[in-house]
């Protein structure tokens, strides 16, 4: 419920792309997206905790700290 | 001059140098020579930087001669890989066709280090197409055509993306190299050409001016005849730089004391070698024995956890967002292996909910496997799992998930260095490599076990002998 499938997000690509791509192509893109799925799905076998943050800071920016 | 400067180290190169016995001019023009007739067969070079390097040679020189001697690298030829920017109307390619006529007014961070401890930068060498960030799986991916192994009689691939990097320290074209890995890029072409090739900590070397695949993967860092060499020249290369805030200000000396003789410890990830090609397998047992005479070696198991798909993730998502005006631009289609044309659409599905679960799941990693670093020095595994392939057909491609790399993906995903030196040849006299991976920022571990491991054996001696005549 609320998860995008692989059909979703390929038709999202088609209709970005597709004018593009030959129908070989689109099958090469519809596989890569399939492929993509199963790693994010991959990543749902871990249980995250509210407090588990992304290991990727936010640092406010000054110029004179730089320097 | 040649057969006494070809595949020489740089410690060796350098007290020439500094004796006055060896004259950085002719040192550079043997090797510029060199890069222009057997650069070809390799597909190595994009751009021989012959005048920047004889003016280059001729200061060193005058220097030199008056005394102010810079230190290890000073005279010394290197190449760099495509993406590193360089001023001057030289072109950065990026790999790509329709980047041929790229040029920037600026020079890459790691080439402004590197000419200031007095190196002469005399190519920039080929590359795979950005960095292999389309998902190519075949050698032919570059507009200079496919990279070739100096092993394997012109058949066999160099590896990539670092792919002129590999095969012109390979072949003795430059004494050494700088090519740059967000997974496998410097590892993969050291296996293949035989050399010993060093991924730093992410952040110990500035990205600035180099071409941005994945912002929090890439790491820059040398390909080199032996051990030693790779951490003389990372010395001059790392360092803090306010134009890449990602860099670490802890200072990196390189450490060359081997100290009191004791014993590393080191750790093996539980069936690390299986699934390897045959050979692999059997050189990677063959060098365990010899690192049980300076270590004690343990098998380990990690924790289960989505190494690979996290860093998978992560590396389609920010290269999804480092291309998306390229694609969008069509110029995707102008690449030169067919599936990189279409290659990078998929990625551009991965949801930013996702991309931040990769993130928040890195973190557990990397805590993960520091803890495991708390009870070894290093841990240790084949290179690649196969020796390289041809340079025609499709090989399997740890990218896209065709072969299994654990390593890799923990050592990219966490940031880890490590050091890829060669350890036998299979029976169709192809190079196989063993990599040593540390906690971060012990680079100088790596590579005083890495030392240690060739003081034991004679692999990284070995060249190819048409080469080395």
Excluded at chain 2, 149 to 169: K, L
Aim: proline share 5%; with cysteine; hydrophobic share 40%.
């Amino acid at each position: 419920m609320g998860a995008f499938n692989s059909n979703d997000l390929f038709s999202m690509i088609k209709a970005s792309y597709g004018m593009r791509l030959s129908d070989d192509e689109l099958e090469e893109v519809r596989d890569g997206v399939k492929r993509i799925t199963e790693l994010t799905d991959a990543l749902r076998s871990v249980q995250l905790e509210n407090r588990d943050e992304p290991m990727y800071w936010f640092k406010p920016y000054t110029r004179k700290e730089l320097e | 001059m040649m057969e006494q400067v070809i595949y020489r180290p740089i410690r060796e190169l350098s007290e020439l140098i500094s004796n006055k016995e060896l004259s950085p001019v002719e040192l550079v023009n043997t090797f510029l020579d060199r890069l222009e007739k057997l650069g070809p067969r390799y597909n190595a070079v994009v751009s021989l930087t012959r005048d920047r390097a004889i003016k280059q040679a001729q200061k060193a020189e005058r220097e030199i001669l008056k005394g102010a001697y810079r230190g290890k690298l000073h005279g010394i030829p290197f190449g760099a890989k495509d993406l590193l920017a360089t001023s001057g109307n030289i072109p950065t390619t990026w790999g790509a066709e329709p980047l041929r006529n790229q040029v920037f007014n600026y020079d890459a961070t790691a080439i402004v280090n590197l000419e200031a401890a007095g190196a002469v930068l005399s190519a920039k060498l080929a590359m795979v197409e950005l960095a292999g960030g389309m998902g190519y799986r075949q050698p032919n991916a570059a507009f200079t055509g496919p990279g070739v192994s100096p092993w394997g009689n012109g058949m066999a691939w160099s590896g990539g993306s670092s792919s002129g990097s590999g095969s012109a320290v390979g072949a003795g074209l430059v004494p050494f190299a700088i090519g740059s890995e967000t997974w496998g890029s410097i590892l993969g072409p050291a296996n293949n050409c035989g050399v010993s090739g060093l991924r730093p900590t992410y952040g110990r070397v500035s990205r600035y001016g180099a071409m941005a695949l994945c912002w929090t993967l890439d790491k820059i860092g040398p390909l080199c005849v032996n051990a030693d060499d790779c951490g003389i020249v990372l010395e001059a290369m790392a360092g803090h730089d306010p134009s890449d805030p990602t860099t670490t200000s802890e200072k990196y000396q390189y450490d060359t004391q081997d100290g009191n003789p004791r014993k590393f410890r080191i750790g093996i990830i539980r069936d690390v070698a299986e699934g390897t090609d045959e050979a692999v397998r059997k050189n990677f047992l063959e060098s365990l024995k010899s690192l049980e005479e300076i270590g004690t070696i343990e098998e380990i198991n990690l924790p289960e956890l989505p190494y690979e798909a996290v860093t998978r993730t992560i590396l389609f998502a920010e290269a999804s967002s480092s291309f998306e005006d390229f694609i969008d631009s069509g110029k995707n289609m102008e690449l030169t292996a067919e599936e990189d044309r279409f290659g990078g659409y998929a990625g551009l599905t991965i949801l930013a909910k996702d991309y931040i679960r990769a993130l928040r799941i890195r973190g557990m990693i990397a805590k993960v496997i520091d803890q495991t670093f708390e009870d070894y020095d290093v841990l240790v595994g084949p290179s690649r799992p196969s020796v390289a392939p041809p340079i025609e057909g499709e090989f399997r491609s740890v990218i896209r998930a065709g072969a299994k790399d654990l390593m890799g993906a923990i050592g990219n995903g966490a940031g880890l260095p490590a050091i890829s030196v060669p350890n036998g040849f299979s029976a169709e006299g192809l190079p196989t490599g063993i990599q040593f991976m540390g906690r971060a920022y012990a680079e100088n571990t790596v590579i005083k076990i890495a030392r240690a491991y060739q003081s034991l054996t004679k692999w990284h001696e070995y060249h190819p002998e048409q080469l080395a005549q």
